[in-house]
T-cell receptor, first 110, second 114 residues
């Protein structure tokens, strides 16, 4: 089992819809959970990080962590065509390394 | 621009040649990381430095790969005797120590080995 599993998509939704992106992880010792956005041929850009279970909101983005299920989610409200990108979930191990999921390609249709 | 910068952005080389990439981190960041990303995959950790000390190397980093950060500022990643399997995006990131969850990435160097 991979340490971080993420459906690669692609996921296509109409503009204005709520987008739900998800990952599962295997090691209950992981404590930090991150979401990165990556546009084509660019480096990843940190969107949000969370430490514990629960929700964290930043504008149209909400990150959710459920440690009991080892499940992390990113919700995007009022999605825009500019949100079209690959979204990478990531976790930080106890020795400060980041393990990324494969990324989900998201297309917002105008 | 005070973000992470990488040079060159693109490199095409013939199999067997040596290549070197450079990364300039955010100036206040002590930690510097190198990753490799292939198509359809997330970035994979290669190595990281705290100041000039290389603290960890992945098993992905074969003997043909070497990274340095001589003065604790910029870093170089060298690949000797390149192989076609080395074709990938090489990403650099930086962070404060103790804040590895908050890494900032550069634009990457795309390597194509022909």
């Amino acid at each position: 089992q991979k340490e971080v599993e993420q459906d690669p998509g692609p996921l296509s939704v109409p503009e204005g819809a709520i987008v739900s992106l998800n990952c599962t992880y295997s090691n209950s010792a992981f404590q930090y959970f991150m979401w990165y956005r990556q546009y084509s041929r660019k480096g990843p850009e940190l969107l949000m990080y969370t430490y514990s279970s629960g929700n964290k909101e930043d504008g149209r983005f909400t990150a959710q962590v459920d440690k009991s299920s080892k499940y992390i989610s990113l919700f995007i409200r009022d999605s825009q065509p500019s949100d079209s990108a690959t979204y990478l979930c990531a976790i930080m191990t106890r020795d400060d390394k980041i393990i990324f999921g494969k990324g989900t390609r998201l297309h917002i249709l105008p | 621009d005070t973000g992470v910068s990488q040079d060159p952005r693109h490199k095409i080389t013939k199999r067997g040649q040596n290549v070197t990439f450079r990364c300039d981190p955010i100036s206040e960041h002590n930690r510097l990381y190198w990753y490799r990303q292939t198509l359809g995959q997330g970035p994979e950790f290669l190595t990281y430095f705290q100041n000039e000390a290389q603290l960890e190397k992945s098993r992905l980093l074969s003997d043909r790969f070497s990274a340095e950060r001589p003065k604790g500022s910029f870093s170089t990643l060298e690949i000797q005797r390149t192989e076609q399997g080395d074709s990938a995006m090489y990403l650099c990131a930086s962070s404060f120590p103790g804040a590895s969850y908050e890494q900032y990435f550069g634009p990457g160097t795309r390597l194509t080995v022909t």
